[in-house]
């Protein structure tokens, strides 16, 4: 213990080290000063950058904001307003601020029928702490659900940076400012008239300032009437101002064609016209279905239903009828009219009542005593015959794909109790298309001026010696388009081919050596070529070198020219053709009419 406080003196009488003499570990005083510095030059850079943001966006942190304010729920074909406010909340002014607007499909912007719903308005520039306000006006016109539209602000800065900010509005489309429903039969018989009965009322609080229907009907229905005048197409009525509250109702009449139990949709759409466009926002979809018809009716030609006529035939026309009613049909009246150019009607005959100058013919009991009671499941049937013309009525380049059309009406006062009119009707029709006609003309020639094509050897043809000759070969198409057209003949063992061959389109005769076939493929030929303008034409040239068999007689220069086509209107194969040519050269005046007989 002594020895303790021995050292303890000791110490306390020991020198201690000058401050600067300590040291501790790890860095330096310097450094730690350094350190220091760094730190607050950082702290002074970024607290020097945020005023600087700050001052961009406004003093204190404020900023640009968008507010939206508008209805959370719309109604199809109402009108309502949104209201869009920019509220500049920064301290500096902001410029060429422009507002963006992209709506959902089924909004319209009243103020820009853009399509394609994106709208730009330009604001301009605003002082810091003013205020911008717009107004939009929308249309509802699509289905049921939500819908967005997103307003985009962008505008630069007083540093001219350039910011971009957004609000997002929705709202929910539910029902529309007009109530439409449509009254059907429940039988709707082919070929028999039937009505539809279409209602609508505005059920809005709003006055509509102009209302209008459309129906689409289907390719089946035959427009037969309404009670209102249509404005356009037989589909199309522009109704005037519908105030709210208030309806009204349209009536149309129309003949459904088609076999029994076919379905068909007939969209009717109730349109609000605004700024000249029409705006769907009610629809109603119509399911018409063709019902069993209390009368059969068939049409034939030629005792076929898909018979194709050609120029000049003979038409038997067959119209059998057979009672479905249910019921005995008294007084019946058939009635046929036909429509097309090519019927003659000079030609017409039957047992019927014809009328050539209204190109009808009728049956009643007067000419057919059967028609005065048609028992229930019983048949019959009248006729009549007619034949097409002999040409093709052809007077423009257009006049094509001809056909001949029937159209049948069967009449009775008598009608069933399960349908509501005024009479039994059933109607039907055949449309028989006609073929069209292709001609290839054949001609040769000694001296050829035409084709300007000098042909060498002896006129009269001498036997042994060898003559030269163009063949000619004219094209004239009628009635249709015409398709893989090929034409050829055949050349005899004492004729030759030249090679000199042209023709006036891009394709022109070959000729095969070892079949000595002459042919001519053209992809397409259209209806009237050579009618109205010049025909097809080739030219080719051969030498032919009589014998002595063939002394006094006329020397073979081309077999029989046949041509094919495939008509593009019927699908049927078109033929023709011309005689084979010799050396009688009956189209060559300069010949004579034994001129081109063989002589020693």
């Not at 037969?224 to 404005?231: I, M, W």
């Not at 029709?429 to 060498?456: P, Q």
């Not at 000595?516 to 025909?535: N, Y």
């Amino acid at each position: 213990m002594a020895e303790t406080r021995k050292k303890s003196v000791e110490d306390k009488k020991r020198p201690r080290p000058r401050k600067e003499e300590i040291r501790e570990p790890g860095m330096p005083p310097w450094f730690k000063k350094l350190v220091f510095a760094v730190s607050v030059i950082v702290l002074l850079i970024v607290l020097g950058t945020a005023a600087f943001f700050i001052n961009i966006f406004g003093g204190g942190g404020s900023k640009v904001v968008i507010e939206v304010e508008g209805p959370k729920e719309v109604v199809r074909g109402v009108p309502f307003e949104v209201d869009v406010s920019i509220s500049n909340e920064t301290d500096s002014l902001v410029t060429g601020a422009e507002l963006n607007l992209s709506l959902s499909e089924g909004i319209k912007n009243l103020g820009d029928l853009n399509e394609g719903g994106i709208f730009t308005e330009q604001i301009g520039d605003f002082g810091g702490g003013s205020l911008a306000k717009r107004t939009y006006r929308f249309l509802a016109v699509g289905g049921d659900g939500e819908k967005e539209a997103v307003f985009g602000l962008s505008y630069f800065s007083s540093h001219q940076n350039r910011f971009e900010t957004k609000a997002n509005w929705k709202t929910q489309i539910s029902g529309s400012a007009v109530e439409l429903s449509v009254q059907k039969p429940e039988q709707i018989l082919p070929g028999s008239v039937f009505e539809l009965n279409i209602q609508y009322e505005n059920t809005s609080d709003l006055d509509l300032p102009e209302g209008v229907l459309e129906l689409k009907y289907p390719s089946s229905f035959r427009f037969s009437g309404a009670s209102l005048t249509p404005d356009s197409l037989n589909n199309y009525w522009r109704l005037g101002e519908l105030r709210s509250g208030s309806s009204g109702k349209l009536e149309v009449r129309g003949i459904l064609e088609g076999s029994d139990g076919n379905s068909f949709v007939l969209p009717v759409i109730f349109s609000a016209r605004f700024l000249g466009e029409d705006f769907p926002i009610a629809e109603e979809e119509v399911e018409l279905t063709v019902s069993p018809s209390p009368v059969g009716l068939s049409l034939q030609v030629n005792r076929r239903s898909d018979y194709v006529a050609r120029i000049g035939d003979r038409l038997s026309y067959t119209i059998r009828y057979e009672n479905l009613s249910g019921i005995a049909l008294t007084d019946v009246v058939i009635k046929a009219e036909l429509t097309g150019d090519l019927y003659d009607f000079s030609s017409f005959t039957s047992n019927g009542r014809a009328n050539p100058a209204a190109h009808t013919v009728g049956w009643d009991v007067s000419n057919i005593p059967a028609l005065r009671l048609v028992d229930a499941g019983s048949s019959g049937e009248v006729g009549f015959e007619i034949k097409a013309k002999d040409q093709f009525p052809i007077s423009r380049l257009n006049d094509k794909n001809f056909s001949l059309h029937l159209d049948v009406e069967f009449t009775s006062p008598s009608v069933p109790y399960y349908i509501s009119a005024s009479e039994t009707r059933a109607e039907t029709s055949l449309e028989t298309k006609v073929a069209g006609l292709i001609r290839v003309d054949a001609k040769a020639f000694y001296r050829d001026t035409v084709s300007k094509i000098v042909n060498e050897g002896p006129m009269p043809p001498k036997a042994g010696e060898p003559t030269e000759y163009t063949v000619h070969l004219l094209i004239t198409n009628y009635g249709t388009d015409v398709s893989n057209v090929y034409m050829r003949a055949f050349l005899p063992q004492n004729a030759d081919w030249t090679g000199v061959v042209k023709s006036n389109i891009d394709t022109v005769p070959l000729y095969n050596e070892e079949t000595r076939e002459v042919s001519w493929k053209i992809d397409k030929i259209r209806a009237t070529k050579g009618i109205l303008d010049e025909p097809l034409a080739a030219v080719f040239q051969i030498k032919a070198t009589p014998n002595s068999s063939d002394l006094g007689n006329f020397q073979g220069l081309v077999s029989a020219t046949v041509i094919s086509a495939t008509d593009d209107f019927t699908g049927l194969e078109l033929t023709g053709s011309d005689i084979a040519l010799t050396t009688s050269l009956p189209d060559d005046v300069t010949v004579g009419q034994n001129g081109g007989r063989v002589v020693p």
